[in-house]
């Protein structure tokens, strides 16, 4: 039976997964713990374009990079221990996919200053003056 599966453009896709083998917060690998009565399921959200402009919000501003980017989460499971014995540990999944933007352009044109910080220093000494006057 196929498990349920949510998609969301390009952008990720989610499924569960029950997984066989998986990588501790030690990074060792250790065989996950699923038999008849217990089935150890995930619920997990791949992102599609991992390092890839954003589809969802392509040509966000001017001046403006988007980049897809995977998170992850540790779950707790239960495993095969290195002694053989079946201990509780935490596992990382694939959780979610965000949308990072990033500015790459001059910040000083973004708040309207132009390229030239003189006169930012200069406006903010005047208004400044004039708050203390009144």
Known sequence: MEPPRQERGD???EHLVYPQTAQNK???WLFVVNLDGLKQRIR???CMNDGQECNVIKGFAENYK????QKFIYRELLAVGSNGNIIKDQFRFPSSCCC?????GDPTVRLGLGSDLRSFNRTSTIVSKTRWRQ
């Open 11 to 13: 952008c990720w896709k």
């Open 26 to 28: 030690e990074k060792q």
């Open 44 to 46: 997990v959200e791949v």
């Open 66 to 69: 988007t980049s897809c980017k």
């Open 100 to 104: 990072h933007i990033r500015n790459t």
